[in-house]
């Protein structure tokens, strides 16, 4: 054989620990980054920003937090959705078949409350609209350029925002992460003919770590939190229409007029703001959660550089506001 | 599909057992559905067990169980799509059809039970084994596969009359008349359970011991509200209870959440659900009971509960506004029955304050 | 095999992959190795405009979606959250008056170019030549000129302009790298072999310096002008729509304790029918 295809053979073979025609390299720890405000509120009530159709509105305020104390809820992971909005890293590995080396899927891995997602780059169909869903649903993956674009179905109901808004079983999420340097930027698409009027668009940024904290998926084992659940499994908690006894309080808080805390396509763009202009009054001075330096003394600190990864997000499992 | 906690650091050996899992999967996970998709005749076979299939698009799901003395089905689908669903079982097995069990009288249920019987063999002896005097007819559905259903749906079947009578092949050829029948067949445990006064009052699920699979029916239909069908016995509190019944028989995948090993329901119509999308279909149903039991409680009559749209936030999920049972039909027939009934019934009791 | 005598060092290799390899052959593949890491794109022949892997002229639309209590309007004094501010940076925050930028006719304090995506509005994104990308705002009014380095030059310098509300911005395109084939497989089978993946496709990256001091949030929260703000424009398609990200990256040892980091998404729009230009404003 020639010398320059003997190079060539050494040079794919040193290199094989790259996915095979993979652009980008995604894999390792990615450690979340982005200071937003993602996924968290402070507010029972909070659908600002994301444009919720008229059921998933009612949905929303239907929602007593109480409901998480039902036995099959207190363990319920979150949707793929949580990639971009929930507190947690990120950790990708590819999967590259043992004897042709092809990649075969990268997997991201499972972490805290948010299943395990195969994204399977081999051109695989998806299942049948009959087949069971799961958690971390079904995913496949392309590459656009330099971006990772995944589009993932068959995953559960379960939260938008946490605690605040659903997502339905037919919803379908797109997300697309483009590498630069030591940066992973996600672009996540979900749209849902259910409880969406249209697509919620979130960004996320992730950085590349070796330092980690690790909260793997474990075991979950529900207990009996609210004891008159239990006794009558019958019972679903949730608010009546118009019962919320939360409706109002960002407006009280923070001043934002309901109809925008009410979520909806027309608040994302900027339009509405002429809309706001007339009808919001800042708050004379932030009252909670205000942020700023460490120690300064009012309000939760900022996420500290490493984004929030760590504990998990309160509430999950607690008693239910008296 | 158990999947052992890996350190992160090896994943090497991750990777093989990853790969070596992959390829013992269930057959969800797209390549093996794709294996499982016949030609182009609008039925969908989807593996659900080693041993177990959905065929849906036949009218009504149907859950075949291929064993060593042949298939046993829970319902046949539609009379129109019985050829295509024997094929389907064909490309499965060439076992005979030993035993159909119908979950209620519903004709996209019931339709197929002629020829997918006819093509089938009974489990039973001849009359020659049975004893002198008895036909083959009487004994052994005469060669036939049998069918199983609870008495109410052969009640039903018997009573209907002129264009909606049911052709005496759809009948069942054996019932029951109280809560549960039980068997042993094909390798596989059977409990047939009543559901009373639930969708109609001829219900059952099927529940499949071993394989941990519960066919349930029209009492679970991911494509519209529960049909409850008053005229022949049907009631909301009946389906209620129902639903919660199949709560408690179904187990969800913990302690181990990652695991996939969690009991599967077929339902009526639409896609396999598990015992956290149970819990969502439960809940609406029993969030809209909540609704009208609550407008009706403020003196509002059919027209002002309709106008009060107590299905919102549920309704683009699980209702419909086309065919016969929409999510109108629904909310009547919720209040119907909630306001003939007395204050402080079980329902009242019901919401968390 | 038979050994060869030449200068360069030789390795024999397993019969399974033949003959033999040179130094400089290992020193190739040493090198290349690394670049499997991030895309390989180097600069480009030809001017900015002709070698765009990405269009991005048209109009965006803001999608506020993220942030949007203090985005979508003014947040209350004090509201710092989420920004990683130190304390020089809150004794600045905390003295937020808007009365005094509207006196010193500093409306435009949080319009500057390392918040300008935050602000809700519109971009119109045009080549004004082969070698500078305008984006307009509509909201502020705002002009940003990306200027590229012309073919075969380096990077233009920011020169002797005074600092401004946008700065001076440069930018590259980086191009996106196709992946390495594996060569000599055992031949597959028809129906795995994929479809050739199609390269298309990169990214923006904008550096900006020369600033005005400004202010990352509405309220106060200031960057120095010692700020340098690092952009990467990344356009993906999903069904109908056209979104572009800018990942943004404000780097302020004055005032921030870490990188300000965040990614805003915009939606492309036909035409420019909802442009809609308004002035800078100090209170909203």
Request: net charge positive; glycine share 10%; with cysteine.
């Amino acid at each position: 054989m020639s010398r320059r295809l003997f190079t060539l053979v050494l040079l794919c073979s040193l290199t094989a620990t790259a996915p095979a025609l993979a652009q980008t390299d995604l894999s390792g720890w990615w450690a979340r980054q982005s200071q937003n405000d993602n996924g968290y509120s402070n507010d029972p009530v909070d659908l600002i920003g994301i444009p919720v159709s008229a059921d998933g509105r009612a949905k929303a305020l239907s929602y007593n937090i109480a409901a998480l104390s039902a036995t099959e809820r207190q363990c319920q992971m979150y949707t793929p959705w949580y990639i971009v909005f929930g507190p947690f890293p990120l950790q990708i590995i590819p999967e590259q078949d043992p004897v042709t080396q092809k990649l075969l899927a990268y997997r991201i891995m499972g972490w805290g409350d948010r299943g395990e997602q195969t994204v399977w780059m081999d051109g695989r169909p998806r299942p049948s609209p009959n087949a069971p869903h799961t958690h971390g649903g079904f995913s496949t993956g392309t590459w656009e350029g330099n971006s990772l674009k995944v589009v993932t179905t068959h995953f559960k109901m379960g939260d938008m925002k946490r605690h605040r808004a659903i997502s339905s079983d037919r919803a379908t999420m797109t997300y697309t992460l483009t590498r630069h340097d030591d940066l992973l930027t996600v672009t996540g698409i979900l749209e849902d003919p259910v409880y969406l009027a249209e697509p919620f668009v979130l960004t996320e940024i992730f950085q590349l770590s070796s330092a980690t904290s690790f909260f793997p998926l474990t075991a979950c084992e529900p207990i009996e939190e609210l004891p008159h659940l239990h006794e009558n499994p019958a019972l679903v908690p949730h608010y009546l229409p118009g019962k919320n006894p939360f409706m109002n309080e960002m407006t009280r808080k923070k001043g934002i007029p309901l109809e925008a805390v009410m979520g909806g396509p027309e608040t994302i763009y900027p339009e509405y703001r002429k809309k706001l202009k007339d009808s919001y009054k800042a708050p004379e001075k932030c009252l909670e959660s205000c942020g700023g330096p460490p120690g300064a003394g009012r309000g939760a600190p900022p996420p500290a550089a490493g984004g929030r990864g760590g504990a998990p997000p309160p509430g999950r499992g607690a008693p239910p506001p008296k | 599909m158990k999947r052992p906690i890996k350190p992160w650091k090896n994943a090497a050996a991750g990777s093989a057992l990853f790969l070596t899992l992959l390829s013992g999967a269930l057959g969800w996970s797209g390549r093996a559905a794709a294996q499982q998709a016949g030609p182009a005749d609008g039925l969908d076979v989807q593996q659900l067990r080693p041993n177990l299939y959905l065929i849906a698009g036949a009218g009504g799901n149907i859950v075949a169980q291929v064993g060593p003395i042949g298939v046993v089905l829970v319902d046949s689908g539609s009379t129109q799509a019985a050829p295509r669903v024997l094929a389907a079982i064909r490309r499965l097995t060439p076992l005979p059809v030993r035993y159909i069990i119908n979950t209620s009288m519903e004709r996209d249920h019931v339709g197929g039970n002629d020829l997918l019987t006819s093509s089938g063999l009974s489990i039973l002896p001849g009359a020659v084994a049975a004893g002198a005097g008895l036909s083959d007819t009487l004994v052994s559905n005469a060669g036939k596969a049998s069918v199983l259903a609870h008495e109410n749906v052969q009640t039903r079947m018997s009573e209907a009359t002129g264009a909606n009578a049911y052709p005496f092949p759809l009948w069942p050829t054996k019932t029951f008349a109280f809560h549960s029948y039980s068997m042993y067949l094909n390798g596989e445990g059977y409990r047939v359970i009543h559901q009373p006064a639930a969708h109609t009052d001829g219900d059952v699920v099927v529940e499949f011991r071993r394989n941990d699979v519960i066919a349930t029916g029209d009492l679970v239909d991911t494509t519209r509200w529960p049909v409850i069908d008053t005229a022949r016995g049907g009631s909301v509190q009946g389906t209620l209870d129902a639903l919660n019944r199949l709560m408690d028989m179904t187990i969800f995948n913990l302690p181990i959440q990652w695991n996939d090993d969690r009991t599967l329901l077929v339902p009526g119509h639409g896609r396999v659900y598990d015992k956290l999308d149970l819990l969502e279909y439960r809940d609406a149903v029993t969030i809209v009971r909540d609704r009208v039991e609550d407008l009706i409680k403020e003196g509002k009559n059919l027209q002002q509960v309709k106008a009060a749209n107590p299905t919102l936030g549920y309704r683009s999920q699980y209702g419909t506004d086309r065919g016969e049972w929409t999510t109108d039909k629904f909310v009547e027939t919720m209040f119907q029955e909630l306001s003939t009934r007395k204050p402080g019934g079980s329902g009242a009791a019901a919401r968390v304050k | 095999m038979r050994a060869h005598t030449h200068g360069a060092r030789r390795f024999r290799l397993r019969q399974g992959f033949g003959g033999r390899v040179s130094a400089a052959g290992l020193a190739l593949v040493a090198a290349l190795v690394p670049l499997q890491a991030q895309r390989g794109g180097g600069p480009p022949a030809g001017p900015a405009r002709t070698v765009a892997p990405i269009d991005l002229t048209g109009y965006w639309v803001s999608i506020v979606s993220m942030d949007w209590r203090w985005r979508m309007v003014t947040p209350a004094k004090g509201d710092y959250s989420g920004i990683p501010m130190n304390a020089a940076s809150k004794t600045v925050a905390d003295a937020w008056d808007p009365a005094k930028d509207e006196a010193a006719g500093e409306q435009c304090k949080s319009y500057g170019a390392p918040a300008i995506m935050s602000v809700p509005g519109r971009l119109h994104i045009t080549w004004q030549d082969d070698t500078t990308l305008k984006v307009d705002t509509d909201a502020g009014q705002q002009t940003r000129l990306l200027r590229f380095a012309a073919a075969g030059t380096a990077a233009a310098p920011a020169g002797k302009t005074p600092p401004s509300w946008q700065g001076t911005s440069v930018a590259q395109w980086q191009m996106s790298s196709p992946g390495l084939a594996l060569m000599l497989r055992p031949q597959e089978r028809a129906a795995d072999v994929p479809a050739p993946a199609a390269v298309r496709g990169g990214t923006l990256k904008v550096t900006t310096t020369n600033l005005r001091a400004g202010y990352l949030r509405k309220n106060g929260v200031p960057y120095s002008a010692n700020a340098m703000l690092t952009e990467y424009w990344d356009v993906t398609k999903s069904g109908n729509d056209t979104l572009l990200t800018v990942t943004t990256i404000v780097d302020d040892p004055t005032y921030l304790r870490t990188r300000r980091l965040i990614a805003y998404p915009f939606k492309k729009e036909a035409n420019g029918d909802k442009w809609d230009p308004t002035p800078c404003s100090a209170r909203w």
